[in-house]
């Protein structure tokens, strides 16, 4: 055979760990005749450091713990504040942004600057924040920081520069936005209320100017005192005293009444005419009981008073004021009234905030409301105000990722291009109907889809047991389809079965997914240890569901030595590995059973995907199986394996048989690395139900207690209790791996005997090398245990149809290829020339298609053995394998290590996965210390390591996943997606991508209010705020007050920023100024005209009065 070789440059000086002889460690061997020696492996590395770079790109879902809401008319975009400093702005479909304030306090109060393309911030460190939102990545322009006094509101007029800050004294400032320095001018509470007072009226809880004079300030104070303050005169025009506290304050657009909602449940409605009394109180809520006494109700929070063109009765819009006899068993509501109709509307989570939006900027002109936004707790819905049965709008977002706890992640870059429309075109059938038949009301902003875009799909698994598949391609994201995997089961009923012992509510929570795209196989594996296999169908069908079940418990209580477990194994031959009955010999008739009961009856299903087995681990001596911790699925194999702590099993799923069922200590025969310790008999064995199946509180911790189960530790790959885990990350330093790099896989051993409770980690089916003589590559299963031991299961598998649905499948260990320090994570492999070999798969045909009787239809195979894409057969390929602590490059068939690199020593890697990037492949790291690095391979050199993200929950550690095309992503919430990049090249095309925030839009002109009204209804827009508020009228604010910050881009930056907001906001003023000179010019003309007017007039009376009286001829 001739000899492969690639004379190419780059290798040897490019890897710091040299390049391993093959007579070191047990990988040692002599090359076979017809295989490469590693001094015959040279390839090439195009990638380099300058290759990568770690950069955030979007992030999906429900903004987590949610605080504020705020709404831009004219640019109609939307701002979410959450409790974490993080700010959502959200558009049209594509236009989705996120900004985090670095001290991480929570947003108070949200207030944009309509039209202006930028947002002031009010946060909970009493911080005011100025953000540019005209680039795609809105940035913090100023910062206002208050030492002495506490933010509690804030109010920005529309078309002003000057913002008024209410604070917990009970005092009013006011900010001007474009220098953001404080005014001089200041309204202090003793002045606002009067000198007989003596209680303090609390903080300020509103602030808004009248819409009849724009030099009317209204002020409202926590204890139930709202004044109307004079600006030009510094005076009190009324005030208006109440005995319940208010919470929110709305005006009638002509500016002659306004409405106040209280803490006891009660409207009030009063009158500028008469402010001693409201005009009129009412209780929307409350009934008033037969003794006299009115019902106690709940706090309004907010009130919205809306008028409309169409109708002559308003809209008062408003959350709470339920009386608390009847709220006990009702949701938290939002009312609307409108006439005599009263409609209210329950919510699924209790209201944060509401907005109703509105045609018109202008406060003074009719509003015409024609929806309600409102956030929710854990939701954000739309109210169609326009229809009389409000129905909800539609949700172009990603809000209901967190529908159920998510508790696995997926990510597939590159999917078949047919796959979405299909999965789409499935999902459609399952929206639930009913919506409004209006466009989505949030649209504003810019999104194209960008150049480089290709089909990539994410897949998440949640506690209730549902799977989603998402549309990702081009960083958005859009459900496609939705598994139900609970509707494979019966439903268990009280008191029956042994799920009910484990699980408290979600038994079919889902823990892992393999998904072959291609072949369109999907297995999920539950928390209930069991694994589904599901086909996909363009048909609806009615299927048996084929249900096996495994013993998978072997204890090493008996091992005395190797060679007692080689005589005595657990199968001799394929036929007796079928799982022991219940009640056979040996186990007591409560055992030997599934946690969950498979539905036995044919089940109708769907188009999409149809569940086609269901292999469960069954109770051994009153013990709950482990946990499943490793999984994988080949489509071209047939084959379905998956392991746990006590070992391997594998599934024919062709011949629906289980083909082996092996402990771990099984696996290596003879050849065990390790000396196995003889364990006493467990007298009292400790109970697993209380770990096995124990809670997502650890992953999110603002939840009840749904589930009690064991999730895998951080490397997602072992059982051991998650106190082990967090002592682990708080000092990794402390274990000891001197002697066997082992670490206690499980909770239910004692001290004395944790080595032999060994882990099946990760498997890998692939075409590779069984044996070191083997020439020609076979179907192999690549197994990585907790120990870091990597076995090899060569495979034997028919060639022909009819052959493999008949003859059995025959497989068995061939012993040890390596050693590796920590739990094996992941196998990859790669030919000679450095290129990734794919699985071979199955292409996909529907199960339940038409037969064509002339074409009988046969399977059609892909397969990428590593010698089709060589010069020569047998030449071999190269395994990558990559630890906790480290990775190795290995050549097959000889097993001589090539390159070895000490990843970690500090600490240990949480995921680890072999992706493209920039046309070749590269080895990606996340580590718990926070690091992300890359490693070039075969020569394992690194390119990349960069500390990103400090591990602070262990959601992270359980859905950190990378992909092809140098992404990842990440639960960074309980509700929230977080998508990154770690390749330059993407990163440098982000802007291009991302949506625009601001559209140039020509604001609206204000409404021709008429000649008389206008005349004597005084002017609103002649009133001067900068003759107020301006330095020379108003002085200097004390520099004690509040501390002025720059803004991260710096002044000069700052200044020279190309559309920036301070900028554009000064030009804007600029043009207003000049248009109000043309204005005021005008004025004078008219008023000269006036006199002149009224000159002649009197001169024409005098001149009457003088001749009134001659004769015509005396003239």
């Keep these: 055979m001739k000899k492969f070789r690639k004379v190419l440059d780059g290798l040897s000086s490019s ?87 670095e001290s991480g306090a929570a947003v108070l109060q949200l207030q944009f600057l309509i039209n202006e393309g930028a947002l002031v911030t009010a946060c909970a460190d009493d911080t005011l ?83 009849k004079d724009e030099g009317k300030l209204l002020i409202g104070f926590e204890s139930g005192t709202v004044v109307q303050w004079d600006l030009r005169a510094k005076k009190v025009d009324f005030r208006i005293y109440y005995d319940e506290a208010i919470h929110s304050v709305s005006w009638h657009h002509e500016g002659k009444q306004f409405m106040c909602s209280h803490s006891d449940g009660s409207l009030t409605m009063w009158n500028l005419r008469n402010t001693a009394r409201p005009i009129q109180i009412t209780y929307p809520h409350g009934k008033i009981l037969k003794d006299g006494r009115k019902e106690s109700c709940k706090p309004i929070l907010k009130v919205e008073y809306k008028t409309s063109r169409n109708s002559s009765e308003p809209y008062v819009i408003f959350s709470g004021g339920l009386s608390y006899d009847k709220s006990g068993g009702r949701r938290p509501t939002l009312t609307i009234m409108h006439g005599k109709a009263i409609t209210v509307l329950e919510m699924d989570h209790p209201i944060v905030e509401f907005l109703v939006l509105c045609d018109t900027p202008y406060s003074n002109e009719v509003q015409d409301p024609y929806a309600v936004v409102v956030l929710l707790e854990k939701d954000f819905i739309v109210v169609d105000l326009t229809q009389s049965n409000f129905p909800i709008f539609e949700n172009p977002y990603p809000m209901d990722i967190h529908e159920s706890p998510v508790t696995c992640t997926a990510y597939f870059a590159e999917c078949p291009p047919d796959i979405i429309p299909i999965l789409y075109s499935i999902g459609a059938k399952q929206k639930k109907t009913g919506y409004s038949h209006k466009e989505w009301p949030v649209s504003g902003g810019t999104w194209t889809l960008g150049s480089q875009t290709y089909p990539e799909i994410i897949v998440t698994g949640h506690a209730d047991g549902t799977v989603k598949f998402w549309d990702a ?33 979600d038994p079919y929570a889902v823990q892992m997914v393999s998904w072959c795209p291609h072949s369109r196989l ?43 477990a080689e005589n005595n194994p657990c199968f001799s031959d394929p036929s007796s590995h079928s799982p022991q009955p219940p009640g056979s010999p040996g186990s007591g008739t409560q055992d030997s059973l599934p946690c969950l009961k498979v539905k036995s009856r044919p089940v109708r299903m769907p188009p999409g995907y149809q569940a086609e087995m269901v292999v469960q681990l069954q ?7 482990q946990q499943i911790t490793s999984l994988d699925i080949n489509s071209a194999y047939g084959l379905l394996a998956f392991g746990n702590c006590n070992g391997l099993t594998v599934v024919d799923f062709l011949q629906k048989t289980i083909l082996m069922c092996m402990g771990t200590l099984d696996l290596y025969g003879a050849a065990d690395p390790y000396q196995r310790l003889t364990r006493s008999p467990r007298k009292n064995r400790q109970s697993t139900s209380d770990f096995c199946m124990r809670g997502l509180s650890h992953f999110y911790s603002d939840s009840k207690k749904r589930i009690r189960t064991s999730y895998q530790s951080l490397t997602e790959l072992s059982d051991n209790q998650v106190s082990m885990d967090m002592e682990k990350s708080k ?25 032999t409770k060994e882990s099946v980690t990760t498997l890998q089916f692939g075409e590779s090398y069984g044996r070191k003589g083997d020439a020609l590559p076979t179907a192999c299963l690549w197994v990585g245990t907790s120990l870091g031991v990597v076995l090899l299961l060569p495979i034997s598998i028919p060639t022909e149809e009819e052959e493999r649905m008949e003859e059995p499948i025959t497989m068995g260990p061939s012993g040890t290829v390596l050693m590796l320090k920590g739990s094996v994570l992941r196998f990859a492999f790669l030919d000679c020339g450095g290129a990734l070999i794919q699985s071979p798969y199955e292409v996909w045909r529907d199960p339940n298609g038409p037969e064509d009787p002339d074409r009988p239809r ?47 020593e500090s600490s240990f890697l949480l995921r680890a996965d072999v992706v493209s990037v920039c046309n070749s492949v590269c080895l990606a790291c996340f580590c718990a210390n926070g690091h992300i690095m890359t490693l070039s391979l075969p020569s394992l050199r690194p390119l990349m390591d960069i500390n990103y993200l400090p591990l602070t929950d262990l959601r992270i550690a359980r859905t950190f996943v990378f992909t092809n095309g140098g992404q990842a992503l990440y639960l960074s919430s309980p509700t929230e997606i977080q998508r990154l990049t770690y390749s330059q090249e993407m990163t440098d095309n982000l802007q291009d991508m991302l949506g625009e925030l601001f559209t140039p839009i020509e604001t609206p002109e204000a409404q021709n209010k008429g000649f008389l009204k206008g005349f004597f209804g005084g002017n609103a827009q002649t009133f001067d705020r900068e003759e107020l508020f301006g330095e020379a009228a108003a002085g ?80």
């Design 15 to 101: 890897s710091p760990g040299g390049v391993a002889s093959p007579s070191c460690g047990s990988a040692a061997g002599t090359p076979t005749a017809h295989a490469p020696t590693p001094q015959d492996i040279h390839v090439q590395e195009t990638l380099v450091s300058e290759n990568f770079q770690i950069c955030k790109t979007v992030r999906h879902g429900f903004p987590y713990q949610p605080t504020c809401l705020a709404f831009d008319p004219v640019q109609k975009i939307l701002a979410i504040g959450s409790r974490t400093g993080g700010i959502r702005i959200l558009g049209r479909p594509g236009v989705d942004c996120y900004s985090q304030h």
């Design 129 to 211: 924040h100025l953000w540019n939102l005209r680039q795609r990545r809105p940035a913090i322009l100023h910062s206002l920081k208050f030492n002495r006094e506490r933010i509690t509101f804030c109010h920005l007029p529309f078309q002003s520069k000057w913002l008024y800050v209410g604070t917990e004294r009970g005092n009013t400032h006011i900010v001007n936005i474009e220098s953001f320095v404080l005014s001089g001018y200041v309204i202090m509470w003793n002045k606002a209320i009067e000198l007989a007072t003596k209680a303090h009226p609390g903080p300020v809880v509103h602030l808004s100017d009248s819409p």
């Design 473 to 505: 391609s081009a960083i958005t994201l859009q459900m496609l389809y939705k598994l139900k995997t609970s509707k494979v089961f019966e439903k268990p009923k009280a008191g029956e079965g042994r799920a009910g012992e484990l699980v408290e509510e």
């Design 522 to 564: 999907f297995c999920v594996v539950g928390i209930s240890a069991h694994v589904i296999l599901y086909r996909f169908s363009k048909h609806d069908a009615n299927t048996q569901i084929v249900s096996l079940e495994v013993r998978l418990q072997f204890d090493s209580e008996d091992v005395i030595s190797p060679s007692e």
């Design 619 to 625: 109770w051994v001596d009153g013990e709950p199986p």
């Design 731 to 755: 000092s990794p330093t402390s274990e000891s791996r001197e002697n066997s790099f082992s670490r206690s896989r499980s909770s239910s051993v004692s001290s004395i005997d944790r080595d």
């Design 858 to 904: 046969r399977r059609k195979l892909i397969n990428f053995s590593p010698s089709s894409s060589q010069e020569a057969c047998g030449d071999g390929h190269l395994a990558v394998v990559c630890s906790e602590k480290q990775a190795k490059v290995i050549l097959m068939p000889t097993q001589a290590v090539l390159f070895t690199h000490n990843i970690t």
């Design 1036 to 1115: 200097k604010a004390s520099r004690s007050l509040a501390q002025h910050i720059p803004g991260p881009m710096g002044l000069e930056n700052m200044k020279a920023a190309a559309g920036g907001v301070v900028g554009d906001l000064a030009r804007a003023r600029i043009a207003l100024d000049q248009r109000g000179e043309r204005l005021g010019e005008l004025e004078e003309r008219t008023a000269l005209m006036m006199n002149s007017a009224e000159t002649f007039s009197t001169h024409a009376h005098q001149v009457m009065l003088k001749h009134k009286d001659k004769k015509w001829y005396q003239l």
